[in-house]
């Protein structure tokens, strides 16, 4: 388990976790109102006028800023194709739902104007949030880095080993030689050894060329 280092946080980390839940709650009040369900279900919350689908809107709320925190600390290359597609929808329609709650509620008089202001108000607080907590969290050490903690490749793991230098490569001729001459003499003392051997094993045949004339004359 990583531990928590409250001194990692710069002043521009606490800055943020600070302006984080703002930009959050906004997010999420946005979102519930900006679906704007026109047909309810007709079914209320009791002792209230408020139909349960907004319920549903806060809930979808939540499951979003989830998705969003855990797009955030993962790298795109690890998320896999469904859960990218599924980040970035959830920003297209916390974005989308903003906006559109906005456009209701701010009622500027250049058009120009109104759109710069909802479209920018609607992507900072969808997309501030997340991001800063995340931000706070691994400077804490709560989170971990993905980019320091990710591991190599295969292809980087089966990387070739360096090739021997040009001194390196003299010095193993040098001791292969040494010892191949420390061997030699071991192996020429074997073979004298085994050719003693043989001659004591090996019976002697006499050659009748061998016995001298006088001693063949006499014999006859």
């Known amino acids: 388990m990583n531990r928590i280092n409250w001194g990692g946080a710069t002043y521009k980390e606490w800055i943020g976790l600070s302006a984080a839940p703002v930009f959050w709650l906004a997010s999420l009040v946005c979102f519930a109102l900006g679906l704007a369900f026109k047909v309810g279900s007709g ?4 002792g209230t006028l408020v139909d349960v689908t907004f319920l549903f809107s806060i809930g979808l709320g ?5 998705i969003q925190i855990v797009g955030n600390d993962t ?3 690890d998320l896999g194709i469904a ?7 959830s920003y297209m329609l916390g974005v989308g739902s903003n906006v559109n709650f906005l456009y209701s ?9 109104q759109f710069l202001v909802c479209w920018g108000l609607g992507i900072m607080i969808e997309v501030a ?3 800063l907590l995340v931000r706070f969290l691994r400077s804490v050490n ?3 880095d993905s980019k320091q903690t990710h591991q190599p490749t295969q292809k980087q793991q089966a990387a070739p080993q360096s090739q021997p230098t040009r001194e390196q490569r003299h010095a193993q001729l040098r001791d292969t030689q040494a010892y191949n001459r420390s061997k030699s003499p071991s192996i020429q003392n074997t073979g004298q050894q085994s050719a003693r051997n043989q001659m004591r094993t090996t ?10 004339e006088f001693l063949r004359h006499g014999m006859g």
């Open 43 to 46: 079914i209320y919350i009791p």
């Open 62 to 66: 939540f499951a979003n800023t989830a």
């Open 75 to 77: 790298e795109k290359e």
């Open 83 to 89: 859960l990218l597609l599924m980040w970035g929808a």
């Open 105 to 113: 509620i701010i009622g500027l008089s250049n058009g120009l104007l």
């Open 129 to 131: 949030p997340e991001r």
């Open 142 to 144: 709560i989170l971990r």
């Open 203 to 212: 019976p002697r045949q006499d050659d009748p060329n061998d016995i001298p």
